[in-house]
C-alpha cells in the first residue's frame, strides 16, 4: 500500500497546471460563468470547466504537453490565448512536467445590427421578423430577431464580416402582404444593401420599410407520378422541401423572383429554373434518368492521358451541399444540379482547368448536370507542377505536430486547400500545386485552421511556378 501512495504521489507532482481569469476585452471586468476548455494538440480528450464568479478557471493534473486554451460565452466571439485577430490561430502552450501557466483570456463581445421595421405610414411594425444573411457565396442565413411594440429589432451575436437583412413575409388583414424585403428596399438579393460590421461594432439604422404586393404560389405536377422529393431553393439559399403526393406539389407564400426547381426520385431527376411572379399553377415538371459524366483526360497541348492515377469525386453543391459521390473511374450518374469536381492525379500533376457546362459565376470546378443531356467534362492536366517546403518554428526551435494550412489567393482555386502536419523536426512539403500565389500558415490547433479564415498578417505569402519549388519557413508564437 505505502508503494502504491508514492506511485500516486510522484504522478501528481509531475502533473502541471493552468490557470487563468476571462476578462471582457472592452471593459477589463471580469467574466463570470464562461467556458474554458484545453485542448492537447495531440487529440486527446479536451478538459473544460466554468470560470467562477471572479472569472478565475484552472485546470490542475494536467499532462506534460502542448495545448491550446479557448474560452466561449454567448453574446462574445470566440477567444483564443496568443490569437492576433479575431479568427486567427491560438497560440499553443507547451507544458513540462510539473510547470505551472497562468494566461488572460481577453473576450471580445460580438457585433450587431439594429434598426426598424415600418409601415407606408412611417409607423413600426411590431412582432416582425428580421434575419441576416452572409454576404458571400452560397448566401446563407446566420439570425434572426423580432421587431418589439415600437417596431425596432436587433440582431446580435455576429462575426465581424459583410451581411445583408431581410424581413420576413406578412399577411395583412385586407388580403395584401408584406414582402420579404432587404436592407436597400428591394425584394431581390441583387438589390440588397450590404452590411459591413467590424469587431464590436454596432451598426444602427438597417431600417427597412417592407413593400406591398402578393406573394405568389407555384403547383404543378411530375411526370411520370410517383412520390419525388421536391426542393425550391429562392436567391437567399433558403430550400423549400415537400414529397409530392402521386406526382402533385405546391410551394405558397413565395415572394416574386427566380427560383430553381429540383425533382428526385430514385434514378430520375428533374431541373427548372422558374420566374414566380404571383400565382403559376399547372407545372408539369417531367422527371428523366441522368446520363453518367463523360470525361476526356488530356495533357496542357491537347495530348490523350492515361487514367490509371486519375479519380474524380463529385460534391453537391446545389440545392443543398453534401452528397458526395465518385464518379471516375465508374458510372456513377448524378441527379439534376450543381456539383463541385474535385481531380485527383498524384503529387506529379495537377489540374490545369475544367471545362464543362456551367452556369456565370460559378467556380472554376463546377458543373450543372440535367436530365436526358449528356455532361462532357474535359480535365486538362500538367505534369510540371510546384510545391512548397519549409520548417515550422516556435520559440527558436522547432514546432512538431504543428497544423499547416495552404490555401490559393483569389477565386481561381486550381488546387484545392491542403493541410499538412510537421513533422519532428517541425517540416512541412506541400506538393502538386498549380502556378499561382498562395497563402501559407501554421498553428497549433488543426481544428481551427479553416479555409477561408487565413488573415493577411498571420500568413505568409508565397508565389508558385511551375515545377519549381519554393522554400518559406514558418515562425509562430
Not at 358 to 365: E, F
Not at 448 to 474: H, K, Y
Request: proline share 6%; with cysteine.
Amino acid at each position: 500500500m505505502r508503494c502504491m501512495i508514492g506511485l500516486a504521489l510522484t504522478g501528481a507532482a509531475l502533473a502541471a497546471t493552468v490557470q487563468g481569469v476571462a476578462v471582457d476585452n472592452g471593459s477589463g471586468r471580469l467574466l463570470a460563468s464562461t467556458k474554458v476548455s484545453l485542448t492537447s494538440v495531440s487529440g486527446s480528450p479536451a478538459f473544460t470547466m466554468q470560470t467562477d464568479r471572479a472569472g478565475r478557471f484552472g485546470f490542475p493534473d494536467v499532462p506534460a504537453g502542448a495545448y491550446l486554451l479557448n474560452a466561449e460565452r454567448p453574446a462574445y466571439v470566440r477567444a483564443k490565448y496568443g490569437q492576433r485577430t479575431w479568427n486567427g490561430a491560438g497560440r499553443r502552450i507547451v507544458l513540462d512536467a510539473g510547470g505551472q501557466f497562468a494566461a488572460e483570456l481577453r473576450m471580445s463581445r460580438a457585433s450587431a445590427i439594429q434598426g426598424s421595421v415600418v409601415d407606408e405610414n412611417g409607423v413600426g411594425v411590431a412582432g416582425h421578423a428580421v434575419t441576416a444573411f452572409r454576404a458571400e457565396q452560397p448566401v446563407r442565413p446566420v439570425a434572426s430577431a423580432q421587431t418589439d411594440d415600437r417596431g425596432v429589432y436587433r440582431i446580435a451575436g455576429l462575426a465581424p464580416g459583410r451581411y445583408y437583412a431581410r424581413t420576413s413575409a406578412r399577411s395583412l388583414p385586407d388580403g395584401v402582404n408584406l414582402l420579404p424585403t432587404f436592407f436597400g428596399q428591394g425584394t431581390m438579393l441583387g438589390q440588397a444593401r450590404v452590411i459591413d460590421l467590424g469587431l464590436q461594432e454596432e451598426v444602427a439604422d438597417v431600417n427597412v420599410q417592407p413593400l406591398l404586393g402578393k406573394l405568389g404560389r407555384l403547383s404543378g405536377a411530375t411526370r411520370p407520378a410517383g412520390a419525388p422529393v421536391l426542393k425550391l431553393v429562392g436567391d437567399t439559399g433558403a430550400v423549400l422541401e415537400q414529397s409530392g403526393r402521386l406526382g402533385g406539389f405546391s410551394f405558397d407564400q413565395l415572394t416574386p423572383g427566380t427560383y430553381e426547381l429540383f425533382a428526385e426520385d430514385g434514378a430520375m431527376s428533374a431541373y427548372r429554373k422558374i420566374l414566380v411572379n404571383g400565382d403559376l399553377d399547372g407545372l408539369d415538371v417531367e422527371l428523366a434518368p441522368s446520363p453518367p459524366l463523360r470525361f476526356r483526360f488530356e495533357e496542357t497541348g491537347g495530348t490523350p492521358l492515361e487514367t490509371e492515377r486519375i479519380s474524380v469525386l463529385a460534391r453537391r453543391k446545389e440545392p443543398e451541399e453534401g452528397d458526395a459521390r465518385i464518379v471516375w473511374p465508374g458510372t456513377a450518374a448524378l441527379p439534376a444540379g450543381t456539383w463541385e469536381l474535385n481531380v485527383a492525379c498524384g503529387s506529379g500533376m495537377y489540374v490545369a482547368a475544367i471545362r464543362a457546362d456551367a452556369a456565370a459565376g460559378q467556380a472554376w470546378n463546377e458543373v450543372v448536370v440535367r436530365p436526358e443531356r449528356e455532361t462532357v467534362v474535359t480535365v486538362v492536366l500538367s505534369s510540371q507542377p510546384g510545391s512548397v517546403r519549409g520548417v515550422v518554428k516556435s520559440g527558436g526551435g522547432a514546432a512538431a505536430g504543428a497544423s499547416v494550412l495552404l490555401e490559393a489567393e483569389g477565386a481561381e482555386r486550381k488546387t484545392p486547400v491542403q493541410k499538412a502536419i510537421a513533422g519532428e523536426k517541425g517540416e512541412y512539403r506541400f506538393v502538386g500545386l498549380a502556378p499561382g500565389k498562395y497563402k501559407v500558415a501554421a498553428g497549433g490547433d488543426p481544428g481551427r485552421m479553416e479555409p477561408g479564415g487565413l488573415e493577411a498578417g498571420e500568413s505568409v505569402t508565397v508565389d508558385v511556378a511551375e515545377n519549381a519549388e519554393v522554400a518559406q519557413d514558418i515562425d509562430i508564437p
